[in-house]
């Protein structure tokens, strides 16, 4: 079956632009992730949804940094008025709904490689 | 593509050796531990999970070893093929933190012909 899938795959834009980035999770999969990677460095997390309940925006570097998830879809991820510390790829996971307290698998797309000029 | 692998950790092994890949955690709370192997260019792909209630699983030609007392985690590859270079990141998961993993630096992984 099909993964996750993001785009674009690739991102170039100007300091100050907003820009919006797309993902797909597995079908099924009622939970979703954000995470970011800086260039040689492990992967921060930036927000989670789990099916109707209120997202976990704890990681969200700051209110420039948004995101919006319909129903146990597409996921949108937002920056506006980008900087250049914005610089990343933009990986989202999706998995299973947790239950029983047990953690479920995540798994991940292919990425969003933003480069902000 | 996309390096991944600049100023990490290093370990560079001859192709059909075996590899070990070291982690160490800092949470004891932690209750779910996952290794990922990312070649350039591409997410994260899942290689094995363990939880705390066991400290060995054993996958394809993979191993992980965890150690709750000192908060250790490996990863072991057996026979070592030029398929597995790539930077291996080992991640945890702390009871009760809604499921978003706490993702460690990483290490590359070289296997040389």
């Known amino acids: 079956g099909a993964g996750v899938s993001q785009s674009p795959s690739n991102k170039v834009t100007e300091k100050g632009k907003d ?16 995470y970011r990677q800086r ?5 921060e997390f930036l927000i989670y949804f789990q099916g109707n309940s209120a997202p ?5 570097p700051s209110d420039r940094f948004s995101a919006e998830r319909t129903g146990e879809s597409v996921s949108t991820l937002t920056i506006q008025r980008t900087q ?8 989202c996971a999706s998995s ?7 953690t479920e698998t995540q798994y991940f797309g292919p990425g969003t490689r933003l480069l902000v000029l | 593509g996309e390096s991944v692998g600049l100023h990490l950790p290093t370990l560079s092994v001859q192709e059909g050796d075996n590899s070990i890949i070291n982690c160490a955690y800092s ?4 209750d779910y531990f996952i290794w990922y192997k990312q070649e350039s260019g591409k997410g994260p792909q899942f290689i094995i999970d363990i ?6 699983r054993q996958g394809q030609r993979v191993t992980v070893l ?16 030029p398929g597995d270079s790539a930077v291996y990141f080992c991640a945890e998961n702390i009871e009760g933190s809604q499921g978003n993993l706490i993702f460690g630096k990483g290490t590359k992984l070289s296997v040389k012909p």
Request: proline letters at 1%.
């Open chain 1, 19 to 34: 820009v919006e980035l797309r993902c797909d999770p597995i079908s099924g999969h009622t939970a979703l992730y954000w």
């Open chain 1, 39 to 43: 260039l040689g460095q492990g992967l």
């Open chain 1, 56 to 60: 976990d925006k704890s990681g969200l």
């Open chain 1, 84 to 91: 250049q510390e914005d610089s990343a790829v933009y990986l």
């Open chain 1, 96 to 102: 299973l709904h947790r239950t029983s307290g047990l």
């Open chain 2, 27 to 30: 949470n004891s709370a932690s």
């Open chain 2, 51 to 56: 939880r705390s209630n066991m400290d060995k």
């Open chain 2, 66 to 81: 965890l150690n709750k007392t000192v908060k250790h985690l490996s990863l072991q590859i057996a026979a070592t093929q």
